[in-house]
């Protein structure tokens, strides 16, 4: 007899002892008759089930949540509810009786039915997983993590669910077969995790037909930055054009999830809710993999080996001040990486890793890693390496030192270092592997020695967004170079821009669109052996979903997809949308739309050449057609929610550009004074010229709460400038190199364009210049010899005071005389622990802009 119970909310029917051995004989004799019968399946017929979904009784995670996902979403199409069968373990013996009820069976993972065929998940190569077609069979499993834990289905309250779902780190190729069976047998498609993400076909009959699938995903590692961080609560917000604390991103969000905010009206439990559908959608789109996650790990041995850091004390060891770079003042920017201690550490410190014994976090290492992925090695986000005799001898080796921001000055220094780690490493554990960046100054693969085996090494691509910029091409070409290394290579993709450095400077760009540059990269990346991706920044939507799709088979026709997502999420309204997408993304990558210059901004400039009233006009027409065109109640919310994530973004980015290119400009005239030689503290300040209390914020025409100051003045020779903040010194903090930490920040140029010089001073009084496109348009290249000079007051409880002296033959390329003019702001840079925000904050001088903005720069004029 058969025992029927529920579980989790689906029926789950054990099989009697006939129907067991019916099973697998057919199976056995398909097995012998052909594995690949192309042949009609009816699962539904008249919204009557024709089949039933076959688990084991100790089927993995991957393979529970395979069945669950299979029976929600044909009942979605049909309406029907296919039930979740348990075969159990027990040896299978004839009985006497009636045959079976010749039902389709879907076997999902591992079973008694998969192993009379020869399948067994154990047999399948990582990630690897089989769609399989029998004579009333389908067969779905693959390669699963030995975890068959209880997977708690409950697509209503997800929040309550998802901890038991399969992670994306896991092993899941039985869970990517039923996913692959869901789309390109069933017809579903998952575009976004919103409300109105899913589109599948609506019929009460569902037949189903097709040849065999044997594979895995292209890529082996598949990542955005919302899985590094485990929460899919954060996907909308990165992909999103709007910044996610925006009324324009809340608005949005208020339209995508109607039922989930109406549901759970507490902040707390529709986070949650909205956690596990992000979750849910990245399943669906197959990401994670094999883990190799890098990044700037070193940054931990400050609070291991400097000083006792109050936020972990439990991290600190012992002060190793040999083990830090050597020649700077105060809390040192770098390791030295040529200390035998430091080498022997960072080797033990990965044999521990390695062993179970100490986890990432316990080591301090930013993203904290987890077996069994590669143990991280990269230097500090900086280059200010030591000064020590065995590092100099090292960073005379400079390669590749031209006008690029990936480099290979410090290369062999630093690559010398992963290399005596990773040997050190091998001796214990030969089957190990080690990861670093080729990041920046060290961007190119060494050239006078090979890295070690054990080494893999994931290319920063900075560039891969910006297709219209000259980097792109010397950044491909290094790409090229390391897949001519033998070395496991992955990468590091920036789809962050342009709309990271638009809420950084608190405006809209025009933007970034770039599918069919994302099909040239992934066929690329493909070809050269390229093993998977980090995404720094992963929007926006379009781009996401071609991204998702190409990381699984990059061989995938772009304008295919782009077909199938405009006309299956919008249809009839599809095409004019689709011509708004193509008719952005082609503004955005043709490079006939920046000058020279305009390519080392931010988008700003470009607004005026990208943004135009002529194309917003056409593109309005199509917002206008396409709301016209829309006949579902479904496809008009989707229509209402491209306009709200796309248009309203750009209606709302050209008032701003319009406000911004309108606004006043500020001049001044520095008074000449008495002369100082050169000696802030010899200046009569009340002689000096105010700049005026109104400060701004960062990239707003909104006056700054702080209550910040600045004068100037001139005696012929020298210009000088005296900035207060009335800040208590003891909250201020100090970098060795000046930066990232508390600065003032001096932008002073000829005209209001590049070359531009940056004189930035922290609040020890250590300074640094550094010059844009002076020599062959290099950017941010340090300047000596300036004959700088800082005076740095804190001695004061309740105000910090810079004053600085500049040689007026230096302030800008070609000098400046009195009764001359240049071109100037002044930025405030506050450190996060002042600025009490967990980020780094700006004011700034001059209204609608930010740091490295300088086609608003001030006029001054120096009075004779």
Not at 297 to 324: C, H, I, Q
């Amino acid at each position: 007899m058969n025992v029927t119970t529920q579980v989790h909310g689906s029926e789950v029917q054990r099989f009697n002892g006939w129907e067991i051995f019916s099973v697998l004989l057919l199976a056995t004799m398909n097995l012998f008759a052909g594995t690949d019968v192309d042949q009609k399946i009816m699962l539904v017929k008249d919204g009557q089930p024709q089949a039933a979904i076959v688990i084991a009784p100790t089927a993995t995670r991957a393979a529970q949540f395979g069945a669950f996902e299979l029976q929600a979403h044909i009942k979605e199409i049909t309406g029907a509810t296919l039930p979740i069968e348990k075969m159990p373990n027990a040896e299978c013996r004839m009985p006497s009786g009636n045959s079976t009820d010749g039902r389709v069976r879907i076997l999902v993972g591992e079973s008694q039915a998969t192993t009379a065929l020869g399948l067994k998940s154990v047999d399948f190569k990582p990630q690897e997983y089989l769609v399989g077609f029998r004579d009333k069979a389908i067969l779905l499993m693959g390669c699963d993590k030995p975890d068959a834990g209880r997977v708690v289905y409950d697509i209503s309250d997800p929040g309550a669910s998802f901890q038991s779902w399969p992670d994306l780190w896991d092993e899941r190729g039985t869970l990517h077969a039923c996913y692959e069976f869901l789309e390109k047998f069933c017809g579903v498609r998952w575009f976004n995790p919103t409300e109105f993400g899913m589109d599948c076909p609506k019929s009460p009959t569902l037949e189903v037909s097709g040849r065999q699938v044997r594979r895995a995903p292209a890529f082996r590692f598949r990542d955005t930055p919302d899985s590094a961080g485990g929460l899919g609560e954060g996907y909308d917000a990165l992909v999103a054009l709007w910044p996610g604390n925006s009324d324009g991103f809340k608005a949005w969000e208020a339209a995508a999830y109607p039922k989930l905010h109406a549901k759970f009206d507490h902040p707390g439990t529709y986070m949650l809710a909205k956690r596990a559908r992000g979750r849910l959608f990245q399943l669906h789109m197959r990401e994670g993999g094999e883990r190799v996650q890098c990044n700037h790990s070193m940054y931990g041995y400050l609070d291991r080996f400097w000083e006792k850091n109050p936020a972990r004390p439990d991290l600190f060891v012992e002060k190793k001040t040999d083990w830090f770079a050597q020649g700077y003042e105060g809390k040192p920017p770098q390791m030295c990486y040529t200390s035998p201690g430091l080498i022997q550490q960072q080797a033990q410190d990965a044999r521990d890793y390695f062993d179970g014994k100490k986890t990432g976090a316990q080591l301090g290492i930013f993203w904290q890693p987890q077996l069994p992925g590669p143990f991280p090695i990269e230097t500090m986000d900086n280059d200010s390496y030591c000064k020590c005799d065995r590092c100099r001898r090292w960073l005379t080796r400079k390669l590749g030192d031209g006008p690029h921001y990936s480099k290979g000055i410090h290369s062999e220094y630093f690559f010398q270092f992963v290399n005596a780690v990773a040997r050190e490493a091998r001796r214990t554990h030969p089957d190990r592997q080690v990861v670093t960046l080729a990041y920046m100054t060290h961007a190119y693969p060494p050239e006078s020695f090979k890295l070690e085996p054990n080494v893999a090494v994931q290319f920063c691509f900075a560039w891969n967004r910006v297709p219209y910029h000259e980097e792109y091409a010397h950044e491909i070409q290094l790409l090229r170079q390391w897949a001519k290394q033998n070395t496991p290579l992955y990468l590091w993709l920036y789809y962050a821009f342009p709309v990271e450095i638009a809420n950084n400077g608190k405006f809209h760009c025009f933007p970034g669109f770039f599918a069919h540059k994302i099909g040239e990269q992934f066929k690329l990346f493909h070809q050269l052996g390229v093993r998977g991706m980090f995404h720094c920044g992963y929007g926006q939507e379009v781009e996401a979903y071609v991204t998702y799709k190409l990381m699984d088979d990059p061989t995938l026709d772009v304008d295919a997809l782009l077909d199938e997502y405009f006309t299956r999420l919008y249809g009839p309204a599809g095409e004019p949308l689709r011509k708004m997408y193509l008719f952005i993304e082609q503004a955005y990558c043709n490079p006939a739309n920046y000058a020279k210059d305009d390519r080392h901004q931010t988008m700003q400039i470009a607004w005026g050449k990208l943004g135009t009233p002529e194309r917003l006009a056409q593109l309005g027409e199509w917002m206008d057609k396409a709301r016209t065109l829309a006949e579902t109640e479904i496809q008009k919310k989707r229509v209402a929610l491209f306009e709200q994530s796309v248009w309203s973004y750009l209606v709302a980015g050209r008032k701003h550009f319009e406000q911004r290119t309108g606004a006043p400009i500020p001049e001044a005239l520095v008074a000449r004074v008495e002369s100082a030689d050169g000696d802030p503290a010899r200046i009569d300040w009340n002689n000096a010229t105010p700049l005026g209390a109104g400060w701004h914020v960062n990239g707003q025409y909104r006056q700054s709460s702080r209550k910040l100051s600045a004068r100037l003045a001139h005696d012929g020779e020298f210009l000088y400038l005296e900035l207060t903040d009335p800040v208590a010194p003891a909250k201020l903090q100090s970098s060795a190199t000046v930066f990232p930490y508390d600065t003032w920040e001096i932008f002073v140029a000829a005209q209001r364009a590049q070359p531009y010089r940056q004189f930035a001073i922290g609040p020890a009084g250590q300074a640094v210049c550094l010059s844009y496109g002076e020599v062959n348009w290099q950017q941010g290249t340090p300047m000596k010899g300036l004959g700088l000079k800082v005076v740095s007051d804190t001695a004061a409880n309740d105000r910090w005071i810079a004053r600085v002296a500049i040689p007026l033959e230096n302030v800008v390329p070609g000098g400046i005389e009195a009764g001359g003019k240049f071109f100037l702001n002044i930025a405030r840079v506050t450190s996060p622990q002042l600025a009490g925000s967990g980020a780094m904050s700006i004011d700034i001088w001059v209204p609608f802009t930010t740091v490295h903005e300088v086609d608003r720069l001030a006029e001054i004029t120096l009075a004779r």
